[in-house]
């Protein structure tokens, strides 16, 4: 089955505390890409990856790392997470022609 | 720049049929997507429109106007279940970069 996997789901942790979000997918794109989602302001990049070894910062990087080592995977990496990073985020992966797919989303509470 | 505008909000009686636009200014355009999400799920691909005029998909349709900088998503038959934010998002030239509006929350009342 052609999919998105996030993890984790959920996540609670403080502040200043390192963690990595995971993002995987299973079709083969060239394209993936993460995103925030907040109440009143909707989806926003954080940053984009448009091939293995390349990315690019979308519109809110500040706070943000991630690596595409390889196509698959496309981790998101909060080296020192902060209140104003509490968020639901979203992975997606695909191209135009095919359309994008979006990972289930991870709900993140920094305390 | 990149600016995508859709209602923050709409109403509309179960049976009836609504129209949610969106208008966008961008750097480039290749195409726009139109996604449903359920409150805490994932969007969910609803239409994609690169060329000029409507993509009609069981009760849902989707129109484009390249030269207005224009779409609209038509529902029809409205459902209870249709109750949803619908998300207009703009691809650009020549990339794969996909960018959202703020979306539109619709509500169906019985």
Redesign the interface.
């Known amino acids: 089955e052609a999919q998105v996997t996030q993890n984790p789901r959920y996540l609670i942790t403080v502040t200043g505390k390192k963690l990595t979000v995971t993002c995987s997918q299973n079709m083969n794109h060239?394209?993936m890409?993460w995103?925030r989602q907040d109440p009143?302001?909707?989806?926003?990049?954080i940053y984009?990856s448009?091939n293995v070894e390349v990315t690019d910062k979308g519109d809110v990087p500040e706070g943000y790392k991630v690596s595409r080592k390889e196509k698959r995977n496309f981790p998101l990496i909060l080296e020192s997470p902060s209140p104003n990073q509490t968020s639901?985020y979203?992975c997606?992966s695909?191209?135009?022609g095919g359309?994008?797919?979006?990972?289930?989303?991870t709900?993140l509470t920094v305390v | 720049g990149q600016n995508i505008d859709q209602p923050t909000e709409m109403t509309a009686t179960e049976g009836a049929i609504v129209q949610i636009n969106c208008t966008y200014q961008t750097s480039g355009f290749n195409g726009l997507f139109w996604y449903q999400q359920h409150a805490g799920e994932a969007p969910t691909f609803l239409s994609y429109n690169v060329l000029d005029g409507l993509e009609e998909k069981g009760r849902f349709s989707s129109f484009l106007s390249r030269s207005k900088g224009y779409s609209y998503l038509l529902l029809k038959e409205l459902q209870m279940k249709d109750s949803a934010s619908y998300l207009c998002a703009v691809t650009l030239d020549n990339t794969d970069k996909l960018i959202f509006g703020t979306g539109t929350r619709l509500q169906v009342f019985p």
């Open positions: 060239e394209y890409s995103y009143g302001l909707g989806l926003r990049q984009y448009m639901l979203f997606a695909g191209g135009a359309g994008y797919t979006f990972g289930s989303g709900r």
